[in-house]
């Protein structure tokens, strides 16, 4: 009578721990996610900081790695540049999930547009994506910090999941080539309403 007593407790214990650690899971991947800001050395670390506080000012999970290096199998020799797909690519493979990593740089970056080859870019992001990469190389002298931002926080964009937009004001318009950031004030309703799903909060 004691054994099948005690057994029958140690299964409503098993139950119960089971239940509750699933529970524990679950609110694991409903949490935010934390964006990590990953510095290359290149970068000017007053120009890191700018960045991040105002990515703050959208979404407070933000943290700052040290920098590191370029990773040198992304360099492209023929043009002086870096891809900035393997960029991605190597950022990507210690990014735990939970977390986005934006790898900011100040060298020229590149990737594959359609039948061109190698095409400079200011940023790419896959969608989604656990990984980005933005760079200044190709903003504006007198307002690159402001653009700066507002390249990375549209790559981190394309990591949550969210397209292109067609508003001109929003963080989300197709650059197209141009850059057209001095346009974009904030994240569009529908973007802002998108990114509510994935536990953005906005005042």
Known sequence: MRSSNW???TFIFLLIFSCSDKKTNLFRDDKEVVILIQPFKDMNSATTKFVADEIKNIYPHVKILDAIDLPKE???KDR???RADSIIKILSEN???GFVKIGLTTKDIST???AIKDFGVMGLGYRPGKSCVASNFRLNKNNRNEQFFKVAIHEIGHTQGLEHCPEKSCFMRDAEGKNHTDEETDFCNDCKNFLKTKNWKFE
């Open 7 to 9: 057994l029958l407790f």
């Open 74 to 76: 992304a360099y492209y």
């Open 80 to 82: 002086n540049r870096y």
């Open 95 to 97: 990014t735990e999930k």
């Open 112 to 114: 594959t547009k359609g």
